[in-house]
Nanobody, 114 residues
Framework: QVQLVESGGGLVQAGGSLRLSCAASGIIFRLNVMGWYRQAPGKQRELVATITSGSSTNYADSVKGRFTISRDNAKNTVYLQMNTLKPEDTAVYYC????????WGKGTLVTVSS
């Protein structure tokens, strides 16, 4: 059974930092493209960042230069380091694993106060 468990969300002031983690089980982690997505209230879920099995990365324009995605295949974990947070980064952040199928975590809430 596949499980993606996010952690690290919380309340932070604008300009602050948070590090999200997503621990995966039930998949061959190293072969999956891992991603972070977010959904703000009243908006559609959107891509934040992805990282391939070869550690190539892709970012939404809105987070380039502020967020960094990384993975540790030995720990079956993907991370999202978020710096210089803005109120518009407030959302539920979801972890995604993609290979032959797509799996989602339940999300972790990030709230950035102004």
């Amino acid at each position: 059974q596949v499980q993606l468990v996010e952690s690290g969300g919380g309340l932070v002031q604008a300009g602050g930092s948070l590090r999200l983690s997503c621990a995966a089980s039930g998949i061959i982690f190293r072969l999956n493209v891992m991603g972070w997505y977010r959904q703000a209230p009243g908006k559609q879920r959107e891509l934040v960042a992805t990282i391939t099995s070869g550690s190539s990365t892709n970012y939404a324009d809105s987070v380039k230069g502020r967020f960094t995605i990384s993975r540790d295949n030995a720990k079956n974990t993907v991370y999202l380091q978020m710096n210089t947070l803005k109120p518009e980064d407030t959302a539920v952040y979801y972890c995604n694993a993609q290979r032959l199928e797509s799996y989602w975590g339940k999300g972790t809430l990030v709230t950035v106060s102004s």
